[in-house]
């Protein structure tokens, strides 16, 4: 375990190591990552609404890391993902 948490540390100390070389700055970083936590919020709050109205009709939406994150990274594209996988589940 602690074998798979260095191994983390390093590739994320090159990757910032390398971002940092090219003279970007931490305030570009951190505006990424904070629209990348917001869209994956939006994510999550989606996916909770879709769960509600459609356990209604005994439809079971996932909420998970795997579908936020996927609607996260694909967009509308991922939202039809998901629906398409809840659907033939």
């Not at 996916?47 to 109205?53: C, D, K, P, R, T």
């Not at 356990?55 to 509308?76: H, Q």
Request: hydrophobic fraction near 60%; charge should be positive; glycine fraction near 8%.
């Amino acid at each position: 375990m602690t074998t798979y948490i260095v191994i983390g540390v390093v590739c994320a100390l090159l990757f910032f190591g390398i971002i940092i070389g090219k003279k970007i700055g931490f305030s570009i970083i951190f505006e990424k990552l904070a629209i990348l936590w917001f869209k994956l919020a939006c994510s999550f709050a989606l996916l909770y609404i879709a769960h509600i109205i459609v356990d209604g009709y005994d439809i079971i939406v996932p909420v998970n890391l795997f579908s936020a994150l996927t609607i996260t990274i694909l967009g509308i594209p991922g939202v039809l993902c998901i629906g398409v996988l809840t659907v033939f589940q």
